[in-house]
């Protein structure tokens, strides 16, 4: 029986599609917890108690539902990593659908990008907005990336491969220290660790 699919559920294409699609998700839910906190404070600020608590509650909902995303995006990885490693026979039967037919040489590695994403931070003084760091850091890339870094994804944002594997390093190098998980939507930022590291290499 031939499968269909509604408009709200189609079947992604690549790996692109999930990892992309996963990592979006977190920023946007990321972007929509600070905006409830600073309005929850603002009803706080008001006198509007209830408001405040409920509005509380909900951030903290919408904060463990986030960490949950973020953990699927790494297990994802995971089974990027997984596939990368199997024998041509095995990828060919799991590369199917969702995680196209592309080989991990194809493509610059995510872990590529941080020492380039960390010295462009550096740079900027040690911070800098999102779509900015990006540019720099293909700038910084150049040499490196390969033609397949600049096929479009099939997100609904189609983005470029690179871009949206700089935003993958980024989110990898919150995860371990590298760079801060409490700067303002739109900011990349180093951290200590981040410029500890950065001098070892």
């Known amino acids: 029986?031939?499968?269909?699919?509604?408009?709200?559920?189609?079947?992604?294409?690549?790996?692109?599609?999930?990892?992309?699609?996963?990592?979006?998700?977190?920023?946007?839910?990321?972007?929509?917890v600070q905006r409830i906190n600073s309005e929850g404070a603002l009803a706080m600020t008001g006198g509007d108690y209830d408001t405040a608590q409920s509005v509380i509650d909900f951030a903290k909902r919408l904060t463990a539902f986030r960490s949950k995303v973020d953990a699927l995006g790494k297990e994802w990885k995971g089974l990027e990593d997984?596939?990368?490693?199997?024998?041509?026979?095995?990828?060919q039967i799991v590369s199917k659908r969702f995680f196209g037919r592309r080989k991990s040489e194809d493509i610059t590695s995510q872990e590529d990008y941080c020492v380039h994403i960390l010295r462009v931070l550096v740079e900027m003084g040690g911070s800098g907005k999102t779509k900015d760091v990006i540019v720099k850091v293909g700038e910084k890339m150049k040499g490196i990336l390969k033609p397949k870094?600049?096929?479009?994804?099939?997100?609904?944002?189609?983005?470029?491969?690179?871009?949206?594997?700089?935003?993958?390093?980024?989110?990898?190098?919150?995860?371990?220290?590298?760079m801060e998980d409490d700067s303002k939507t739109g900011i990349w930022e180093i951290s200590d660790k981040g410029r500890a590291w950065l001098k070892k290499q």
């Open 82 to 91: 997984l596939r990368d490693k199997a024998t041509p026979a095995v990828q």
């Open 1 to 32: 029986m031939k499968r269909t699919y509604s408009s709200k559920s189609l079947p992604p294409t690549d790996n692109d599609d999930v990892s992309a699609a996963l990592h979006l998700l977190a920023e946007s839910l990321h972007g929509e």
């Open 149 to 178: 870094d600049y096929e479009k994804t099939a997100t609904r944002v189609k983005e470029l491969r690179w871009e949206n594997n700089t935003r993958w390093a980024r989110q990898r190098m919150v995860d371990d220290g590298r």
